[in-house]
C-alpha cells in the first residue's frame, strides 16, 4: 500500500492493513486460495504487499449508517436497509449474501470484524462520521481489495477528507433542487452489472444533486441525469450531469449513485436492480469494467512526422483512410500540394487545378510510410471565393473485402484529363486498382472504371467522398451536391439563375434533389468482378422509372437529399448506414427564408430522402424561391409531399417523402426546435427555439461522421477499447471548439425513422484536442487492433502542413475488476 507519510493515523494503517490481511486469512474466510497466514507487520516498513482482499466465500455486506445529526432515524435509512438486505437474500443462490447493519463507526478500528465483510455501504446523512482512526480503518480496508457503496448523501460525509472526496468521488454543490422531481436518467453503460438490465431512458423520481466539479473522465460514470427533463436550480451541471459511477480506488472499488434520496427509490425493482448489480462488483461477486471511460486509460499518439520540404512523403492533403485486415491503414490526400507548390487558376491554361492525389500506407509493424502511389487530378485550385477555390481531387478510399486475396482498391475521385475547360464540366468516377503486395505499390495501368458521372467544376463546393461497405458486399459511395455556398445567404441552395454556359451551380434541386442525378446522393452499387456492377434490391429508385414530363430516375440512388456528406460508415454487425453531411452557411434562422445551418447525422436503416434543398433537421421546411425574381419568397416546401419544379430538373417532379434526421446542430445549440403554426411551419423566430440536443452546439461547422464501435472478445489486441463502447456511434466535427466530438447511443426502435439519441457522452478528453491535439479531425475509423485511427487535417485549406497527421488512440487500462482470481467463491 502507498503511506502519506509518518503521522500517527498512517502508522495506524499500515500496521492495519496488515493484521487485517493477516487475521483474515487465519480465519479462512478469504475467497481466493491462501496456504496461510502472513508474518506479523514490522511497523517500520513504509509499504507492504497486501495479498488477499477482506470478506470470504460466505459473503457479508456492512450497511454503515452513522451520521454527525441529532435526532430520530431516517426513514430513508431504514427502507434503505430493508431493501439491501431483500436483494441479500434474494436472486440466484450465487449471488446472495448476508447484511449486518450499524450507526457505531468504531467498526471501523475493529480489525476481525471489519475484515469478515466484503463491501461496506454508507447510507448515512453526512457530517463528519469517522474519526481519524476510523477513516484511517476504512482506508486500510480499501487498500486491502474491499468494496464501498455510497448512496445519495454518503457523499456529504467527511466533509474535510480529500481521501474520501476521491472515494465518493464528487461533493454535492449548494443550492441544487431539495424537492422530489421526476427525471429521466441516461443509462450509457450497457454491461456494468448495476446497469445492464436498465432502460435506457430511465425516468423516476428523486432528489437530484448538483455536484460542485464534474467527475466524469476521473471515475467511470454508468448513468446521467438529464437536466432537460427537471428543474436542477443552481449549480446545474449541464448536459453532462453524472449520477452513478464506479472507480477502482486505493486498491478496492468503489460504487457511487447519487440517487436512493426518497423512501420510495427502494421500492423500485429498477433501483433494486441498480444497487444488487453495485453490491455485485464491490462484494467481488461479479466482474465489471470501470476503467473505460478514465481519461488517463487511454493514449493518443502521432504516427506520421512531418513532411520533409516540398515533399508529401508521409501524408498528402488528408481526406479519408481505411484499415486493412493486417492493421496497416491506408490515407489519401485530396490534391492539394505542399504551400510552396504554385496554384494555377488560370482557366487558359492546362494544368489549371492540376494536383496529385496520394495514397500513403502507414505500418503498424515498422511504424514506417510509404508512398503507395498518386492520380493526377484535378483539385489544386486552392482557397479563394466560390469561383476559384475547388473540393474535387481525390476523395474517398476502400478496400475489397478480399483485399488479402486480391489487393483491389477502391478510389473516388476526379481525373485531371477528363476536365473540359470550356464548359468548365469534369468527370467524377469510382474506380478499382490493384496494390501489389510485394512491391507495396498501386499499380496504375490496373485501373478499371465502375462508375463515372458528370460534376461542375466553375463554382466551388460540395464533393462529398466517403465510401464503405456493407457485409452483402455493396459498396456505398457519397457525393456531395456539386452546389455553390453563395447565391441563396446561406439557406437553400435553390438559386436557379446563377450558371455557366447552361449549367446551374447555385441551384441544388439540380443535384441532390433530382432524382436522375448522382449529386448529393448515398449511392449503393454491388462491384461485380470483371470490374462492372449491378444494382443490388431496395434502393431508392429502380432506374426505370418514368413519369410527369418523362422524368427519370438512377437506380444507384440509396439516398438522396444530402448536402455534403464527406463521411460515411456501415456496422456491418446490423448493415445500418451512418452519414453526417455539412450544412449552409446562415447563421441564423429566418421566419422568411427557413432554417438555419443545420449540419446532420443520420442513422440510416432504409432507403430515403434526407431532404436537402427542401428540408433540414427533423423535416423543417425551406422556403421556395423559384423564378421570376429568385430574390422574393414562394412557399413553403412540403416535406411529406417534396415536389421538384425547378427549371434545371431532370428528373422527377414528385419526389419521395423526407425522413427526419437524428441529430442536427446550428451555431446557437443542438437540435432547435420551434412551434409550428396549423399548416406544420416552424415560427423560425430565435427566441422562441427549444434545443433538444443540449449536448451541441457549432458556429464553424463541419460534420464527420465516425464508425459505431464493435469489441471483439476473441481479439488478443492489449490496445482495443473496451467492450463498454460497444455499439456506441461516433460523432465529430472538423473543429474542436464548441463542436461535437461524442460516442451516442441511438434507440433501434426509433432510429430508421429519425428518432433523437437517447445518451451521449465526450470524446474530447480520450481524443484529443487543442493546437498540438487532433485539432481538425478529418476521418477516424477502428482498426482490426481495436484501436482508434484519426486523420488530422492539418491548421490550413486546400494544403497540407506541419500538422497533417495520422494519430492512433489506444486503451491502456486494463480488463475488469476484480481479477478472475480474487472473484469471491461461495462455499454455503
Known amino acids: 500500500m502507498h503511506l502519506r507519510g509518518l503521522s500517527a493515523k498512517g502508522t495506524r494503517r499500515r500496521i492495519w492493513a496488515a493484521s487485517l490481511a493477516a487475521g483474515t486469512v487465519a480465519a479462512g474466510l478469504l475467497s481466493a486460495p491462501a496456504a496461510g497466514a502472513l508474518p506479523a507487520p514490522d511497523p517500520s516498513l513504509t509499504t507492504m504487499s497486501i495479498k ?179 428543474q436542477p436550480g443552481t449549480g446545474a451541471n449541464g448536459w453532462d450531469h453524472p449520477v452513478s459511477w464506479c472507480r477502482d480506488y486505493d486498491g478496492g472499488r468503489s460504487f457511487y449513485t447519487g440517487m436512493g434520496g426518497t423512501v420510495s427509490s427502494y421500492d423500485e425493482t429498477d433501483f433494486r436492480a441498480h444497487l444488487r448489480g453495485a453490491l455485485l462488483w464491490t462484494t467481488r461477486l461479479a466482474q465489471a469494467d470501470c476503467k473505460a471511460t478514465i481519461t488517463g486509460n487511454y493514449k493518443a499518439e502521432r504516427l506520421t512526422q512531418p513532411n520533409q520540404p516540398g515533399q508529401n512523403d508521409q501524408i498528402g492533403e488528408p481526406h ?44 503498424p509493424g515498422t511504424g514506417k510510410v510509404t508512398l503507395a502511389g498518386e ?82 467544376i466553375h463554382s466551388c463546393c460540395h464533393a462529398g467522398g466517403g465510401m464503405a461497405w456493407d457485409s452483402k458486399g455493396n459498396l456505398y459511395i457519397a457525393t456531395g451536391d456539386n452546389n455553390s455556398s453563395g447565391f441563396s445567404g446561406g439557406y437553400s441552395g435553390n438559386n436557379p439563375e446563377p450558371n455557366f454556359k447552361g449549367v446551374s451551380f447555385a441551384d441544388a434541386r439540380r443535384t441532390a434533389g433530382n432524382t436522375n442525378n448522382l449529386n448529393g446522393k448515398i449511392l449503393r452499387i454491388h462491384p461485380e468482378p470483371d470490374g462492372t456492377y449491378t444494382i443490388p434490391e431496395g434502393n431508392l429508385f429502380t432506374g426505370k422509372e418514368t413519369a410527369e414530363g418523362g422524368g427519370k430516375t438512377r437506380g444507384e440512388i440509396y439516398v438522396m437529399g444530402v448536402r455534403n456528406p464527406a463521411r460515411i460508415s456501415v456496422d456491418k454487425s446490423t448493415d445500418t448506414l451512418y452519414a453526417g453531411w455539412v450544412g449552409p452557411d446562415a447563421g441564423a434562422p429566418s421566419p422568411t427564408w427557413g432554417p438555419a445551418k443545420y449540419d446532420t447525422f443520420a442513422v440510416i436503416t432504409k432507403a430515403s430522402n434526407r431532404g436537402w434543398p427542401y428540408c433540414m433537421g427533423n423535416k423543417q421546411p425551406y422556403r421556395d424561391r423559384n423564378l421570376p425574381d429568385p430574390s422574393k419568397p414562394l412557399g413553403w416546401y412540403d416535406c411529406d409531399h417534396p415536389k421538384n419544379e425547378s427549371p434545371n430538373n431532370d428528373g422527377l417532379v414528385n419526389l419521395p417523402p423526407v425522413t427526419g434526421n437524428n441529430i442536427w446542430y446550428s451555431p446557437q445549440g443542438g437540435g432547435p426546435d420551434f412551434p409550428r403554426d396549423a399548416n406544420g411551419i416552424p415560427s423560425y423566430k430565435a427566441e422562441e427555439a427549444t434545443y433538444r440536443l443540449p449536448w451541441l452546439k457549432g458556429g464553424g461547422q463541419a460534420a464527420m461522421n465516425g464508425p459505431v464501435y464493435r469489441y471483439d472478445a476473441q481479439s488478443t489486441s492489449a490496445t482495443k477499447w473496451p467492450a463498454y463502447w460497444d455499439g456506441k456511434w461516433f460523432v465529430g466535427d472538423f473543429y474542436d471548439a464548441d463542436q461535437p466530438r461524442n460516442a451516442v447511443l441511438m434507440d433501434p426502435k426509433t432510429q430508421g425513422d429519425g428518432g433523437l439519441p437517447v445518451h451521449s457522452e465526450s470524446l474530447k478528453k480520450i481524443v484529443p484536442v487543442g493546437s498540438d491535439g487532433i485539432k481538425n479531425l478529418m476521418d477516424w475509423r477502428f482498426g482490426p487492433d481495436g484501436a482508434l485511427y484519426v486523420l488530422d487535417y492539418g491548421r490550413g485549406f486546400f494544403t497540407s502542413d506541419s500538422k497533417s497527421a495520422l494519430w492512433r488512440v489506444t486503451y491502456t487500462g486494463g480488463g475488469p475488476t476484480p481479477a478472475a482470481g480474487q472473484l469471491a467463491r461461495r462455499t454455503e
Open 52 to 230: 488477499s482482499p477482506p470478506g470470504g466465500a460466505n459473503v457479508r455486506v456492512l450497511i454503515f449508517y452513522g451520521s454527525a445529526a441529532a435526532g430520530d432515524e431516517s426513514p430513508v435509512v431504514n427502507a434503505g436497509i430493508e431493501a439491501i438486505e431483500k436483494i441479500g437474500l434474494s436472486g440466484p443462490a450465487n449471488e446472495r449474501f448476508r447484511v449486518e447493519a450499524t450507526d457505531d463507526a468504531s467498526v471501523f478500528t475493529d480489525e476481525r470484524r471489519l475484515g469478515r465483510f466484503n463491501a461496506i455501504v454508507f447510507l448515512t446523512g453526512g457530517g463528519d462520521v469517522l474519526d481519524p482512526d476510523q477513516e484511517a480503518g476504512l482506508e486500510a480496508y480499501m487498500e486491502a481489495g474491499g468494496g464501498f457503496v455510497g448512496i445519495h448523501d454518503a457523499a456529504r460525509a467527511e466533509p474535510y477528507s480529500d481521501w474520501f472526496t476521491g472515494l465518493v468521488g464528487a461533493r454535492p454543490a449548494a443550492g441544487g433542487p431539495a424537492n422530489v422531481q421526476r427525471a429521466t436518467v441516461e443509462v450509457g453503460d450497457r454491461r456494468h452489472p448495476a446497469t445492464k438490465d436498465l432502460p435506457v431512458q430511465w425516468k423516476r423520481p428523486d432528489k437530484w444533486l448538483n455536484w460542485q466539479k464534474n467527475p466524469s473522465g476521473e471515475v467511470h460514470t454508468v448513468a446521467r441525469v438529464r437536466e432537460s427533463t427537471y
Open 320 to 363: 479519408g483512410m481505411v484499415t486493412a485486415p493486417d492493421g496497416r491503414v491506408f490515407y489519401i490526400g485530396r490534391g492539394g500540394a505542399d504551400s510552396s507548390q504554385p496554384v494555377i487558376t488560370d482557366w487558359n491554361n492546362p494544368d489549371i487545378g492540376k494536383g496529385k492525389g496520394q495514397v500513403h500506407v502507414y505500418d
Open 375 to 456: 492520380l493526377t487530378v484535378f483539385g489544386n485550385k486552392g482557397g479563394g471565393d466560390e469561383l476559384t477555390k475547388v473540393e474535387e481531387g481525390l476523395l474517398g478510399i476502400e478496400l475489397d473485402p478480399k483485399f488479402a486475396e486480391n489487393g483491389w482498391v477502391y478510389l473516388h475521385y476526379t481525373p485531371h484529363s477528363e476536365i473540359n475547360r470550356e464548359t468548365h464540366m469534369a468527370e467524377r468516377r469510382v474506380s478499382r486498382f490493384t496494390f501489389d503486395q510485394t512491391s507495396g505499390k498501386l499499380d496504375p495501368g490496373s485501373e478499371k472504371v465502375l462508375l463515372k458521372w458528370p460534376v461542375q
